[in-house]
């Protein structure tokens, strides 16, 4: 029950986090900036960094930890290898219309583009996620792949999705930095710096949070072997049967189930989570 | 024998990188800008970047990966645990001094303080550190402090360190970002801020490499039970008795033996590592 609570407020924390981080990016472009529009000026300029925040983090970030959330154990292991590449695919598109916008207000105003460091290694963040995208459906979603495969894959899937998540951060954080120096907004600390250097503290709360919850060994989906032990069938539809299997893993009426099932699925679980 | 291998080439990767940077770094300050004084000026400035590469970035690396080092696995943990603290409490001397040539500069040529997001996470980034220093000695370098608090303590440690570890490389991406920016060398792409975009994506390879080495559980050092095992005294300077020892973990006469010693290793060890 006490691991249970400490997951619900790192959980809750961290999507509060998430959530004003994006309501900040909204209040920056919409009352301080341009607005949002797709006319190749600044308004479009500014879907750049709302749709960085809203689906390259906010969303990365949720596709991390969604096989932590134990409302979802009652869910087949299949079910959620799609919510987590779906997640990610999403992330991806709208970074790449993120990435469109920029290059549309670039080439309008005959500003050059790929100069600064964040542009650097924002493509090859870009870049390498796709990669992560395609190598992950590969290994994970199509059935023919060898098990032997997946889990000697799996330690570079993990680090890998951990290492981009926090780099896209960093390059988050070096575009605010990038866009209230060129805004002139900097040297004289109007209330825009400000509000938006909490931005980028939030975001650093975020990343911090998610990375947390993701590298809780004790916080891990219980493998498929420990879970058919609770109930027989581990579809998501089939929530008649699961529910009471869920409340023993989650309500916590058995104070030592969340922590204990995970722990018993340590060895299990490697090749395939 | 093929875990030590990756283990090296992994270890010679990231020293390559981390040295690398440190060359570029100082090549910046003394080719492309204003060489290194204590003068007030902008050769003071360039302290900053020079000491926070070589200190805050490189030396914190080294030290978050000693323990991996089957070269040092001779030495006693209290030995190995000095070295691991004295490496970090140099980078933060370094860190501090390199804060004080920044305020210096910025002083002498009334610049203000504190408005960046660099500066905001930079300082959130050295109190926490010499937080972890504080609280790190504290738990394992007292003796007095109970076996069952550093156990409990180990997990916020080990993220702590390694969070603040990649915080600090994203601080310094902004940093060069902003320097660049401040010094008009990013529109028209100089190779100044070609040279500059490299030193950053050096520090990322270093930082991905470390992060890699210090995440994989194989390559942990064994704990003091297992090295009992395989010799009679763990102190450094008894290298006549714990050299067979250590041939046997680390050149790899016996094939199975870097991986195997690390695997039997990890429950014991988790209370205090």
């Known amino acids: 029950m006490e691991a249970f609570r400490w997951f619900v407020a790192a959980l809750c924390a961290a999507a509060l986090a998430g959530l004003v981080s994006i309501i900040f990016v909204l209040v920056w472009v919409l009352h301080y900036r341009e607005g949002l529009a797709w006319d190749g000026g600044s308004a479009e300029f500014n879907w750049h960094p709302v749709l960085m925040v809203i689906g390259f983090i906010f969303l990365q970030g949720i596709a991390i930890i ?9 869910c087949s292991k299949l079910t959620m290898k799609f919510i987590h590449a779906g997640l990610n695919l999403l992330a991806f598109i709208l ?7 920029v290059f549309d207000y670039h080439n309008a105003a005959s500003i050059p583009n790929m100069y600064s460091l964040h542009s650097w290694l924002g493509l090859v963040a870009v870049i390498l996620y796709c990669l992560q995208l395609v190598l992950g459906v590969g290994m994970y979603l199509i059935p023919i792949t060898p098990v032997s495969w997946r889990a000697a894959f799996m330690p570079l899937h993990v680090y890998g999705g951990l290492l981009l998540f926090a780099s896209v951060i960093a390059v988050a954080l070096m575009g605010i930095t990038e866009k209230l120096i060129f805004a002139q907004k900097y040297s004289s600390s109007p209330p825009e710096a400000i509000f938006v ?77």
């Open 95 to 101: 970074a790449v219309v993120s990435l469109v916008a």
């Open 66 to 74: 969604i096989y932590r959330l134990p409302w979802t154990w009652q």
């Open 197 to 273: 250097n909490v931005l980028g503290l939030l975001l650093v709360v975020f990343g911090a949070l998610i990375l947390w919850i993701a590298t809780r060994t004790s916080w891990k989906r219980p493998s498929d072997q420990i879970l058919h032990t609770l109930h027989t069938n581990g579809d998501c539809e089939d929530n008649s049967k699961v529910g009471p299997a869920m409340s023993q893993l989650s309500d916590g009426t058995d104070a030592g189930t969340f922590g204990d099932v995970r722990k018993r699925n340590n060895k299990l679980d490697d090749q395939d989570n």
